[in-house]
């Protein structure tokens, strides 16, 4: 079993900052893709941005130029700095990982989510 523990979430107003962390644990030999979604109310879970083993990126279209993800392998941890704040940015973000192999094979997890919620 694999354990995503998020970190970081809270309440900002309009143009401020905010740092996600998400620390995977537990029995596994290494993660794929580690990334963020997030989920408004009434609306559809979505990606916000991943990052690859390797290093590779991919953000959504709306928050490209404000958050920044980034990686530990090491300590099998992602980040999400988040700047330039805005209303529509308030949701429970979810860290995942995808990709996970084990002895069990290959797995993909979720986070419990982290309350983001900035206000006007």
């Known amino acids: 079993q694999v354990q995503l523990v998020e970190s970081g979430g809270g309440g900002v107003q309009a143009g401020g900052s905010l740092r996600l962390s998400c620390a995977a644990s537990?029995?596994?030999?290494?993660?794929?893709?580690m990334g963020w979604y997030r989920q408004a109310p009434g609306k559809q879970r979505e990606v916000v941005a991943r990052m690859t083993t390797g290093g590779s990126t991919n953000y959504a279209d709306s928050v490209k130029g404000r958050f920044t993800i980034s990686r530990d392998n090491a300590k099998n941890t992602v980040y999400l700095q988040m700047n330039s704040l805005k209303p529509e940015d308030t949701a429970v973000y979810y860290c995942?990982?995808?990709?996970?192999?084990?002895?069990?094979?290959?797995?993909?997890?979720w986070g419990q989510g982290t309350q983001v919620t900035v206000s006007s």
């Open positions: 995942a990982a995808h990709g996970v192999l084990s002895v069990v094979g290959t797995t993909n997890y």
């Open positions: 537990g029995s596994f030999f290494s993660i794929n893709v």
